[in-house]
T-cell receptor
Framework: KNEVEQSPQNLTAQEGEFITINCSYS?????LHWLQQHPGGGIVSLFM???GKKKHGRLIATINIQEKHSSLHITASHPRDSAVYIC??????????FGTGTSLTVIP | EPEVTQTPSHQVTQMGQEVILRCVPI?????FYWYRQILGQKVEFLVS????????KSEIFDDQFSVERPDGSNFTLKIRSTKLEDSAMYFC???????????FGPGTRLTVL
């Protein structure tokens, strides 16, 4: 049983394309995180959301608490955006659950 | 820019041996975490630590695991008697008070033979 589901699992895009990665969760949450894991394994925190929408550069993250769904958008994608994007939630009991990640490849 | 550091980057050990993985969180951070990622699998939460005690732990974090903040800078994860299935990348993370943004270390790859 996966508390966090991501789609798609793999995504290939042409440079410049608009990208959307989706995350659905089944538990009550206090916060949702979007993380980026580089090919070398390092993890970077991109966003923490508890409601609404956040924007950082070309990245936008939204969350709909009622629908238990979040999306990560990348505008004007670039090959350096190639990475695994991970959705993780902290439930109301302060436990963390991670999605399996979406592997993004942006082709020049 | 301050960053979380972890040592060693790669640890190889024999099954049954004890290992200690070390993390130096960012200096003004008060919340500390350990995660693991078995090769090809998703990241899993192990434990969170605040005010010198465990705040939360997952089912994975059994009696073989322990965490400690032995001094003002280090945060360690000890595995008492390693098993083959403990082979994974172990990530440490930390965050400040009043924010949920966690900063991750580069990870320690543990290989149990």
């Amino acid at each position: 049983k996966n508390e966090v589901e991501q789609s798609p699992q793999n995504l290939t895009a042409q440079e410049g394309e608009f990208i959307t990665i989706n995350c659905s969760y089944s538990v009550g949450i206090s916060a949702l995180h979007w993380l980026q894991q580089h090919p070398g394994g390092g993890i970077v925190s991109l966003f923490m959301l508890s409601s609404g929408k956040k924007k950082h550069g070309r990245l936008i993250a939204t969350i709909n608490i009622q629908e238990k769904h979040s999306s990560l958008h990348i505008t004007a994608s670039h090959p350096r955006d190639s990475a695994v994007y991970i959705c993780a939630v902290m439930n109301t009991g302060n436990q963390f659950y991670f999605g399996t990640g979406t592997s993004l490849t942006v082709i020049p | 820019e301050p960053e979380v550091t972890q040592t060693p980057s790669h640890q190889v050990t024999q099954m049954g041996q004890e290992v200690i993985l070390r993390c130096v969180p960012i200096s003004n951070h008060l919340y500390f975490y350990w995660y693991r990622q078995i090769l090809g699998q998703k990241v899993e939460f192990l434990v969170s630590f605040y005010n010198n005690e465990i705040s939360e732990k997952s089912e994975i974090f059994d009696d073989q695991f322990s965490v400690e903040r032995p001094d003002g800078s280090n945060f360690t994860l000890k595995i008492r008697s390693t098993k083959l299935e403990d082979s994974a990348m172990y990530f440490c993370a930390s965050r400040r008070e009043n924010t949920d943004t966690q900063y991750f270390g580069p990870g320690t790859r543990l290989t149990v033979l």
